[in-house]
C-alpha cells in the first residue's frame, strides 16, 4: 500500500510574497518609534495617533488676562470626555525670518528693477538706500534671536508660538469616534475664540515641522540655520513619526539632559528638562507672562528657546467625586482629632479637600496636571540656561527639579497628543502629575506671551521679553490715523520720528 505523502505547508501568500502584509514599525532603537502618530485624515483634519484619535490647534497668545477670560476657559475641560488629554505649549522660537523677510519687501524698490529683473531672468536685488539699510537691520536683528543685542544684560529676540493638542481614547475605524473629534475640536475652536484666543486648525506638516524643532538639533542651532528652519512637508505614503526625527541624529543621554547631535554637523544641541516641585499658593492666569521673562528685571530674561508646556488629563467624575468625598470626610475627621495639634499639615489639607469638594459640588471636576519645560542651548550655555531658568520662575513663587534621567520621558511629555491614558499612567507612575481643580488648570496654562504687533511690518520693534514686535499705523480699521510719541529728554522720540519718516517712504 502506497503511504500517504504528508501535507506540504502552506504556500506563502501573495501580499505575504511582496512583503505587503507586513508590518513595518520604526526600530526601538530609534527615537521615532516612541512617537505615537501614525497617519493623518485629510478630511477630518485628524491625526491617528497609537492609541487614540488627536487634534492640533495653533492659538495667538494673548498679552493678558481677565477674569472672564478663564470664566469662558472653563468650557474647554467641561466639554472634553473622560480619558481625554489636553496639552499647552508655549515656544520661544528663534525663528523670526519670516517677519523680517515681509518687513524688507515693504521697502521701495528701484525704478528699473523690472528691467534689471528682465535681464537676469529672475528677480533682482536692490540697490537703493532704504533697501540696503533694510537688508543691514534684517541681518542685525537675525543675529539677535541667537546672541544677546546687550551686554549688560542678556536680550535675545523671539517669537512666542501656542499650540493647543488634544488626544482621547478612539479608533479611525469607528465613524463614530471620528465624527466626535470633529465636534469636539469645533466646540474648542468657538471656546477659544469667545475667550479672545483666534486659532487655527493645524495639519500634517505644521505637525512635523513642530515636533522636528526638538527632537533634531540643527533647526534651533544657532550655526546652521541662522535663526530659520526649513519646512518639511508631508509624505502620506509613510508614517508620520518616520518624518519627524532625522535618521542621522544621535542622542546622547546626560545627567543633565539630552545631547542631540550629527556626524555631519559639528553643532551640538542639550535640551534640559524640568518639573514644578511646589506651587505658589496663589497664582492667576494673567501672572503667567511673567514665566516668560520678567517684565521690568532685564536680568531675569532666558537665555535660551525654551519650550512651556502643559498637559491635563481629564479624569471620570464619577470615580473624582468618590475620592474626592472620602478624602474630605478624613481630613474632616484629622482636623477635630486630639492629634491635630501637633500635626501642622492637618489644616491645610482639610482647607485643599474642602476647596476640592466646592469645587465638585458647584459641577466643576478634577484633572491631572503636569508642567514641563525644556531648555534648548549649546552645552557651553546650559548651565547659564539653568540659573536664569530657576530665577524667574522661583522668583514667582515656584521651585523646579530638574529631571535627571528622566529626559526622554520629559521630552515625550512636552510633544503634542502624547498625553493618552497609557503615557498618563506612566507619568502616574514616575510621580509627575498631581490633582488640580479645573480652575488651577485653567489658570496654569501657559496662554499669555507678549504683544506681537499689528499685521503690516512696516516698523519693527522689541518687546520687554523679546518678542518682535510689528507696527504699522494705518492697520486701525476704525480710521483716524494719529499718533503720539511721548518719552523723556534724550530716550530717542527724534531717532523714532526718523524711523517714521523713512518706513513710509
Known amino acids: 500500500m502506497t503511504p500517504l ?16 502584509g507586513q508590518s513595518y514599525d520604526s526600530p526601538a532603537e530609534q527615537f521615532a518609534s516612541w512617537l505615537p502618530y501614525s497617519a493623518y485624515l485629510r478630511a477630518e483634519q485628524l491625526f491617528v495617533n497609537r492609541d487614540s484619535l488627536g487634534f492640533l490647534l495653533e492659538l495667538m497668545p494673548q498679552s493678558g488676562a481677565d477674569e472672564r477670560m478663564a470664566e469662558v476657559l472653563v468650557s474647554l475641560y467641561a466639554n ?30 528701484d525704478d528699473d528693477q523690472a528691467d534689471k529683473a528682465q535681464h537676469w531672468g529672475r ?15 534684517v541681518g542685525h536683528l537675525l543675529s539677535g534671536a541667537q546672541q ?26 469607528n465613524l463614530n469616534h471620528r465624527d466626535g473629534m470633529v465636534l ?37 542651532s544657532p550655526i546652521k540655520n541662522f535663526g530659520d528652519a526649513p519646512n518639511l512637508h508631508y509624505d502620506d505614503g509613510r508614517e508620520i513619526r518616520d518624518q519627524i526625527v532625522d535618521f542621522d541624529t544621535i542622542q546622547d543621554v546626560v545627567p543633565g539632559g539630552l545631547r542631540l547631535w550629527k556626524e555631519s ?29 520678567d517684565l521690568m528685571q532685564p536680568a531675569l530674561q532666558y537665555t535660551a528657546p525654551f ?36 500635626m501642622p499639615d492637618v489644616g491645610k489639607k482639610l482647607q485643599d479637600w474642602t476647596a476640592a469638594a466646592e469645587a465638585i459640588d458647584t459641577g466643576g471636576s478634577l484633572v491631572s496636571l503636569y508642567h514641563q519645560l525644556a531648555i534648548f542651548s549649546p552645552p557651553e550655555r546650559a548651565v547659564s540656561a539653568h540659573e536664569t531658568a530657576n530665577a524667574i520662575w522661583r522668583g514667582r513663587g515656584f521651585q523646579l527639579n530638574a529631571d535627571t534621567y528622566m529626559h526622554r520621558q520629559a521630552l515625550l511629555a512636552s510633544l503634542p497628543m502624547t498625553l493618552s491614558e497609557r503615557f498618563h499612567r506612566d507619568l502616574a507612575k514616575m510621580r509627575r502629575v498631581s490633582r488640580k481643580t479645573m480652575a488651577n488648570a485653567i489658570h496654569l496654562a501657559p496662554l499669555i506671551g507678549e504683544w506681537r504687533g499689528t499685521r503690516t511690518p512696516a516698523l519693527v520693534f522689541g518687546g520687554r521679553r523679546g518678542q518682535l514686535m510689528t507696527l504699522d499705523l494705518f492697520d486701525n480699521d476704525l480710521g483716524n490715523y494719529n499718533f503720539a510719541i511721548i518719552g523723556a529728554p534724550g530716550s530717542g522720540k527724534s531717532v523714532l520720528m526718523n524711523e517714521m519718516a523713512w518706513s513710509y517712504r
Not at 544677546?148 to 512666542?160: A, C, N, P, Q
Not at 559639528?266 to 494673567?286: Q, T, V
Not at 508646556?309 to 484629622?334: I, K
Open 307 to 342: 519650550l512651556l508646556t502643559m498637559g491635563a488629563h481629564v479624569l471620570d467624575p464619577n470615580v473624582t467625586r468618590s475620592v474626592v468625598t472620602a478624602n474630605h470626610v478624613r481630613a474632616t475627621q484629622n482636623a477635630k482629632s486630639k492629634m491635630a495639634d501637633v
Open 148 to 173: 544677546s543685542l546687550t551686554t549688560g544684560f542678556h536680550y535675545t529676540l523671539r517669537d512666542f508660538r501656542l499650540m493647543l493638542s488634544i488626544t482621547a481614547p478612539g479608533s479611525a475605524d
Open 80 to 109: 472634553c470626555p473622560p480619558g481625554t488629554g489636553i496639552q499647552f505649549h508655549l515656544f520661544g522660537s528663534p525663528h523670526i525670518r519670516e517677519q523680517l523677510r515681509r518687513y524688507a519687501n515693504l521697502r521701495v524698490e
Open 265 to 293: 554637523a559639528p553643532e551640538i544641541l542639550e535640551a534640559r528638562f524640568y518639573s514644578i516641585k511646589s506651587f505658589p499658593e496663589h497664582f492667576a492666569l494673567w501672572q503667567m507672562g511673567s514665566l516668560i521673562g
Open 123 to 137: 528677480p533682482a536685488r536692490n540697490d537703493n538706500l532704504f533697501r540696503r539699510l533694510a537688508r543691514q537691520r
Open 184 to 220: 469636539l475640536r469645533e466646540s474648542i475652536a468657538s471656546t477659544l475664540r469667545s475667550a479672545l484666543l483666534p486659532n487655527q486648525v493645524c495639519d500634517a506638516a505644521d505637525l512635523i515641522n513642530w515636533c522636528a524643532l526638538f527632537t533634531n538639533p540643527d533647526r534651533i
Open 5 to 20: 505523502l504528508a501535507p506540504s505547508p502552506p504556500s506563502r501568500s501573495l501580499p505575504s510574497l511582496f512583503g505587503l
